[in-house]
């Protein structure tokens, strides 16, 4: 069969995809395609002889009329543009429109050529607020939001606070995104390096590190990488840089003070203690009894303080919280309780596996729990039952002991139940302890009392990895 190139031409206008339309000086629409069903709404034949004008949105009609006004004005053969046109539903479709002029007078006005764009520029309009939104909330925050490509020779987006944090315009890193690293601390920057190469090759990165020279490098940052992975290779790397001078500080005086209390503390209750030995082993009866007294408090203090200095380690070290199996940890510590305290009956009861999200010291926790337990017993018959329990969401270590109960104000204190004021403080350190273990890992800890016992139960998330 054979087809005229006039028939051919015919079946391509009438078949394509996009709205092909002719229209002369005056804007009337002569010609138009087959697509103006599919994207309008309107027959071809409803709209050959109308003014296209009036089917643009008055606020884009402008717009249109002057890119149309630069092709008879200017000689251009073509020019493009956005607009909305009107559908016979009354409502708005987003067209882009190409107008050309064709050579040699070969039609009686101009050629527009248009496809539907409405789905991207609702897409543009999405980023655009979703873009501006970011903007708001990063020039609202204090830390410093970056996102650097994959090897870190492109910034892709720093916030303002980045000026403050770390003393260098926004104009150098754009410039130069590794200009960063002129402001970082000499000691710190093959630390800073390596850590950039690990996110690079898809490690997430967290590190702490001194940057600003106008300060001294006196300011520290704790920064968080991430790398963004798509089909399998780093796309880009985007994280955070947090402040923390303000922790750094306090953990040093915590380490100071730590480091001054536990030294002065030790040597005056050694004297103290071996005073006390000299009056047990040369006195009469009342100063022996004295002496017992100072000697049995004297190892309390000394217990004290070693649980200070657990609080204190656990407090700077700052680790974070790792998959951890309970399991083993319960089992080790109930067999070193055992070993100490040989007339404690202990029961268990435990699946094979319960692994938690905790920080590493968390067998001092069960450690703390289990020795409170039996220390406290008064009759001397220690009893207890430790159940290590695994569920969907969270791994908890219930103890369960035979002493009187807990005071109240033991454990409210620890939730901000009970103000601690100069009547009373507490017994000890150990509950502490055990609460910022917990609360460290993300966990919590939760107490029944009764007259026959008290139960406390350690929660921790389950790991989910």
């Not at 009329?65 to 009354?90: C, K, L, M, N, P």
């Not at 009764?450 to 989910?464: M, Y």
């Amino acid at each position: 069969m054979t087809v005229e190139i006039g028939d051919l031409a015919s079946i391509l206008l009438e078949n394509a995809q996009d709205k092909l339309a002719v229209v002369d000086e005056a804007g009337t629409y002569r010609y138009v395609n087959e697509a103006s069903r599919s994207i309008l709404g309107y027959e071809p034949d409803q709209l050959v002889g109308e003014n296209s004008q009036v089917y643009i949105h008055p606020d884009d009609r402008q717009t249109v009329a002057d890119r149309f006004r630069q092709i008879s004005a200017t000689g251009e053969s073509s020019a493009s543009v956005r607009y909305r046109h009107a559908t016979r539903s009354d409502e708005w479709v987003w067209l882009e429109s190409r107008f050309t002029d064709l050579p040699g007078n070969t039609l009686e006005g101009y050629v527009v050529s248009s496809r539907d764009i409405s789905r991207q520029v609702a897409a543009e309009r999405d980023r655009r607020t979703a873009e501006s939104r970011l903007q708001t909330i990063a020039g609202a925050v204090g830390d410093v939001l970056w996102m650097f490509n994959d090897d870190w020779t492109e910034l892709l987006f720093v916030n303002p606070a980045y000026e403050d944090v770390f003393g260098q315009p926004v104009e150098d890193l754009e410039a130069n995104p590794r200009e960063f690293l002129e402001v970082v601390h000499p000691d710190d920057v093959s630390r800073v390096k390596q850590a950039m190469a690990r996110t690079s090759a898809g490690e997430s990165v967290d590190i702490e590190y001194r940057v600003n020279p106008a300060t001294d490098y006196s300011r520290w940052i704790w920064v968080r990488s991430e790398p963004i992975i798509e089909d399998g290779e780093v796309d880009r790397i985007v994280g955070f840089s947090r402040d923390i001078t303000d922790r750094r500080r306090r953990e040093r005086q915590l380490v100071i003070m730590d480091n001054l209390l536990r030294h002065n503390l030790r040597n005056d209750l050694s004297v103290m203690l071996g005073n006390a030995e000299c009056i047990a082993s040369e006195g009469d009866e009342p100063s022996r009894e004295h002496a017992a007294i100072i000697r049995r408090q004297g190892q309390e203090l000394l217990e004290t303080a070693a649980k200070q200095r657990e609080i204190i380690e656990l407090l700077t070290e700052g680790s974070a919280p790792t998959s951890i199996d309970l399991v083993p940890v319960v089992t080790e510590t109930i067999e070193t309780i055992r070993d100490r305290y040989p007339n404690a009956a202990i029961e268990t009861t435990s699946p094979d596996t319960a692994i938690a999200r905790a920080v590493t010291k968390i067998e001092l926790a069960v450690a703390e729990l289990l020795e409170n337990a039996v220390r406290h017993e008064p009759n001397g018959e220690p009893k207890l039952s430790v159940t290590v329990r695994s569920r969907p969401e969270t791994i908890s270590v219930a103890i369960r002991d035979n002493c009187p109960p807990i005071p109240e104000v033991e454990f409210r204190i620890l939730t901000g139940d009970w103000k601690m004021d100069d009547v009373y403080h507490t017994s000890g350190l150990g509950l502490w302890l055990v609460y910022w273990v917990a609360d460290l890992s993300d966990g919590n800890i939760a107490f029944d009392r009764s007259e026959t016992g008290n139960t406390i139960t350690l929660t921790l998330p389950r790991d989910r990895t």
